[in-house]
């Protein structure tokens, strides 16, 4: 039985990956910085949980030596929002933010490296925003599009071990639930910006992701599960 560790498989498309991958088989190990959230999940679906934080190195290490017998692959999907235009940029929360997304990343390559089987893979989580310009989206649109920078670099770095990026546009992950009423016009808008009339479902990513997992002859590259919206006009 293949081993998966999902970062970030606490909550939102997270979750949904170590739910398909439970339920496809895989041995799953759920890694999140709230460790009760995540044992929480694992214990519905069958899985382990482990506390990794992209923000702490140390319980990054400390995950990969719990794992060392082995993993096959690794899905990250962290994140650290800091939505603001340039001029109001806060220091902590810009390196937050490139941490979650591109340097945590690294540092689980560095401490996983020697823990990944030769014939597995890595799954970055990017999105479409890097490919959007916009005023206040100055921070998640450089950390996403330096993902895919990431996926090239390390797929060469980690060979042959297989790295990838998702790339997803506006997705019902359960993430924008917070919104409330909003959610209901912020989806709308966003089906209209694309190719496909819709928004994205959470399961057109973990069907990506699920593929990548077995793409034996893909590496490098980014995936983009967003209907087109990053080539039609706003």
Request: proline share 3%.
């Given at each position: 039985?293949?081993?998966?560790?999902?970062?970030?498989?606490?909550?939102?498309?997270?979750?949904?990956?170590?739910?398909?991958?439970?339920?496809?088989g895989y041995e799953v190990v759920v890694g999140a910085r709230d460790l009760a959230a995540a044992e929480v999940l694992a214990g519905e679906i069958g899985a382990t949980a482990v506390r990794v934080d992209l923000q702490d190195e140390s319980t990054i290490a400390a995950a990969a030596e719990r794992l060392k017998d082995g993993v096959d692959h690794i899905v990250t999907t962290g994140s650290a929002p800091h939505d603001v235009?340039?001029?109001?940029?806060?220091?902590?929360?810009?390196?937050?933010?490139?941490?979650?997304?591109?340097?945590?990343?690294?540092?689980?390559?560095?401490?996983?490296?020697?823990?990944?089987?030769?014939?597995?893979?890595?799954?970055?989580?990017?999105?479409?925003?890097?490919?959007?310009?916009?005023?206040?989206?100055?921070?998640?649109?450089?950390?996403?599009?330096?993902?895919?920078?990431?996926?090239?670099?390390?797929?060469?770095?980690?060979?042959?071990?297989?790295?990838?990026?998702?790339?997803?546009?506006?997705?019902?992950?359960?993430?924008?639930?917070?919104?409330?009423?909003?959610?209901?016009?912020?989806?709308?808008?966003?089906?209209?910006?694309?190719?496909?009339?819709?928004?994205?479902?959470?399961?057109?990513?973990?069907?990506?992701?699920?593929?990548?997992?077995?793409?034996?002859?893909?590496?490098?590259?980014?995936?983009?599960?967003?209907?087109?919206?990053?080539?039609?006009?706003?």
């Amino acid at each position: 039985m293949e081993r998966i560790l999902v970062i970030g498989g606490a909550r939102a498309l997270g979750a949904a990956v170590a739910r398909r991958a439970a339920k496809d088989g895989y041995e799953v190990v759920v890694g999140a910085r709230d460790l009760a959230a995540a044992e929480v999940l694992a214990g519905e679906i069958g899985a382990t949980a482990v506390r990794v934080d992209l923000q702490d190195e140390s319980t990054i290490a400390a995950a990969a030596e719990r794992l060392k017998d082995g993993v096959d692959h690794i899905v990250t999907t962290g994140s650290a929002p800091h939505d603001v235009r340039a001029t109001e940029l806060d220091r902590d929360k810009l390196l937050a933010a490139f941490t979650a997304k591109v340097a945590g990343p690294m540092l689980v390559a560095k401490h996983f490296g020697p823990v990944l089987r030769p014939t597995g893979s890595v799954v970055l989580f990017s999105g479409v925003v890097g490919w959007r310009p916009g005023p206040g989206s100055l921070v998640k649109g450089v950390t996403n599009g330096a993902v895919e920078y990431l996926a090239r670099h390390l797929a060469a770095d980690l060979a042959p071990v297989r790295v990838n990026a998702v790339s997803p546009g506006v997705v019902d992950s359960g993430a924008w639930d917070r919104l409330g009423e909003k959610k209901t016009a912020l989806l709308s808008k966003s089906a209209g910006g694309t190719f496909v009339g819709r928004h994205g479902e959470a399961d057109d990513v973990v069907d990506t992701v699920m593929w990548l997992l077995r793409a034996g002859f893909v590496s490098g590259e980014t995936i983009h599960i967003e209907g087109g919206a990053r080539h039609k006009s706003a």
